[in-house]
């Protein structure tokens, strides 16, 4: 599979010391894995990122949604908190080179939403309701961008606990999401709900959960096949999921039998799947037929980025704010040297959510491709 090229990994290196801690020293379990992490972090270190994300674009987003608790607020949802919200509020800390706001926002996350029994979070936190919690189920993406943001935060800044902390989440990850379906490794949204068993039409599967960036780092503190089975199959499975006129993936997606959009969700291509592509540049994937098939589709054959109806290809709602733009235009980035416009760089947020996309994409964009911006 592609190297996950945005953190220039030596897995080589790091695999080859942790061979040569297992084969010579004999430690409890615990002390091992202790041992075995602090080996990544020393390894790599110096292969983590330098701060892309401006201290004033750091501020902006702190500001306007990050409560001094550490919550982060979805303002565009009725200021609920979910593992999602909290894992992008993580990651783009992380990015911004700021550990005390991380641990601010890692703290709330620990205390309120892991409170499930198999490391992963409860998924939606409500601050009008009493317990806030009002659905323990988890969402599967927040688990993994919540795990990848301590297992990054842990290398650089040296952090055990946080190592230790993504561990124990990856594992809860493969145990209870990661399922193989007609030979192939699948990622279920939420332990509950979405496999073979809870529907007709299942598993159902999101295939904007698929983090793929995230996996190789996964694959370091909780080593385990199915995080390359997981990386290769979800790839393919992105690549085939091609509906309608457009030839998009649908939000929701049935595998039982021919894949299809999965029953009770609208057939459209909405705010879950334009993180598609953005996650896939991320990962290192530049493969122009793929992208160039995810930019058209998304604009409906040149005009703004938007909602798309599967059945006919059109546009139902138009998604204007930059935070959208910034990914169709990133794709043109990588595919075809096209320039950025100015207007999607600024970093002037409305809402939370196309506010996190922005700026993961503003940060692959400087670090990888400063000739576009």
């Known amino acids: 599979m592609p190297e996950a090229g945005f953190f220039g990994l030596r897995l080589e290196i790091f695999m080859n010391l942790r061979r040569f801690i297992d084969s010579t020293v004999r430690f409890p379990a615990s002390v091992a894995v202790t041992v075995s992490l602090l080996a990544s972090s020393i390894v790599l270190a110096e292969a983590n990122p330098a701060s892309h994300i401006l201290e004033k674009e750091w501020t902006r987003y702190a500001t306007q949604f990050v409560a001094s ?75 993994i961008l919540i795990a990848y943001a301590l297992a990054l935060a842990g290398r650089k800044w040296r952090k055990v606990a946080y190592l230790q902390a993504a561990a124990r989440i990856a594992t809860g990850i493969l145990s209870k999401t990661v399922k193989m379906h007609s030979g192939r490794a699948i990622l279920l949204p939420g332990v509950d709900g979405f496999s073979a068993k809870s529907r007709p039409d299942g598993p159902v599967v999101n295939p904007s959960y698929l983090i793929l960036e995230a996996f190789p780092i996964l694959n370091d503190i909780v080593p385990s096949p199915l995080w390359g089975a997981l990386y290769d199959d979800g790839l393919d499975l992105i690549s085939r999921a091609r509906f309608g006129p457009a030839r998009l993936p649908p939000e929701w997606l049935a595998l039982n039998g021919i894949p299809k959009p999965a029953e009770g969700f609208d057939p459209v291509f909405s705010y879950n799947a334009i993180r598609i592509p953005l996650y896939l540049i991320r990962s290192g994937i530049t493969d122009a037929t793929l992208l160039d098939r995810f930019q058209s589709g998304i604009t409906s054959g040149g ?39 100015p207007e999607n760089l600024r970093f002037e947020p409305v809402n939370y959510y196309p506010a996190s996309l922005q700026l993961l994409s503003l940060a692959y964009l400087r670090e990888f491709h400063p000739d576009c911006i």
């Open 69 to 143: 608790d550490g919550r982060v607020i979805d303002n565009a949802n009725g200021n609920i908190s979910h593992s999602e919200g909290q894992g992008y509020g993580m990651l783009i800390a992380f990015l911004a080179g700021q550990p005390a706001d991380f641990q601010r926002i890692w703290s709330f996350t620990e205390t309120e939403l892991l409170v499930r029994d198999d490391g992963l979070a409860a998924w939606r936190w409500e601050v009008d309701k009493t317990p806030h919690i009002s659905d323990f189920n988890n969402a599967t993406d927040g688990d």
């Open 303 to 341: 005009g703004e980025p938007s909602v798309i109806d599967l059945k006919t290809g059109g546009a139902v709602e138009t998604l204007s704010d930059t935070g959208y733009r910034i990914i169709v235009e990133a794709i043109g980035c990588v595919t075809k040297g096209e320039r950025i416009q």
